[in-house]
């Protein structure tokens, strides 16, 4: 199971750190993908990161701002949002699924695992 947790209301310009924790042993196995959803709007990709760490992917339109990162010893997936902008306004998803070492996917279908989602606003 999947449990993201961290939104709420900042301002523009500001940051906010979201957390995904996870439980089950087989973490450390799994490629971690954050994704979000704006009201009207398709889901779409946001972060992802390797099991290991080693890879990391983001959006075009996050790409400097957002940083994603993993602890494996503590099950939990991070997503660093800085400069927020208004149109960073969503709920925000994390998923999960087991993959090998340096694979992670920028599509849904690349995960299994999915977490009830954190709502971000940013207001303008």
């Known amino acids: 199971q999947l449990q993201a947790y961290g939104g709420g209301l900042v301002q523009a310009g500001g940051s906010l750190r979201l957390s995904c924790a996870a439980s089950?042993?087989?973490?450390?196995?799994?490629?971690v993908g954050w994704f979000r959803q704006a009201p009207g709007k398709k889901r779409e990709f946001v972060a992802g990161i390797s099991s290991g760490g080693s890879v990391k992917l983001y959006a075009d339109s996050v790409k400097g701002r957002f940083t994603i990162s993993r602890d494996n010893a503590e099950r939990t997936v991070f997503l660093q949002m800085n400069s927020l902008k208004f149109d960073d306004t969503a709920v925000y998803y994390c998923a999960a699924d087991r993959t090998i070492s340096g694979v992670v996917s920028r599509s849904e279908k690349g995960y299994h695992y999915w977490g009830q989602g954190t709502l971000v606003t940013v207001s303008s």
């Open positions: 089950g042993r087989t973490f450390s196995s799994c490629a």
